[in-house]
């Protein structure tokens, strides 16, 4: 499993509630990802900084999903590249479904 820690920068006319509309409405999109698992977005509270933690079955999916037009729809939007770090995830602690351990 891979987590990707997505971050890019927002333009001053975009701010932490317009980040919420926006990503309240995008967000079931991602479930149609070919191994998608996971998504939180974030928002500095302070603007300037958005993104996403997300979680995939592979990096091959996580990097396929990056690239084409979520890429293109992020330079559109905001004017800028996302920065993009890769990440094995070793273990898991999800107190909805009480599971801790190992991945």
Not at 11 to 20: A, D, F, H, T, Y
Not at 21 to 36: Q, V, Y
Not at 70 to 75: L, S
């Amino acid at each position: 499993m891979i987590t990707a820690i997505v971050l890019y920068d927002l333009p001053p006319s975009i701010g932490l509630e317009e980040c919420r509309a926006h990503f309240t409405k995008i967000a079931p999109d991602f479930l149609k990802a070919k191994g998608f698992l996971r998504k939180q977005f974030i928002c500095h509270r302070e603007g300037g900084v958005a993104g996403g933690v997300y979680m995939w079955e592979t990096q091959g999916d996580a990097e396929a999903f990056y690239t084409g037009p979520w890429r293109d729809g992020i330079r559109a939007r905001y004017g800028n590249d996302p920065k993009i770090q890769y990440f094995e995830t070793v273990a898991l602690t999800d107190k909805a479904t009480g599971k801790a351990g190992a991945i």
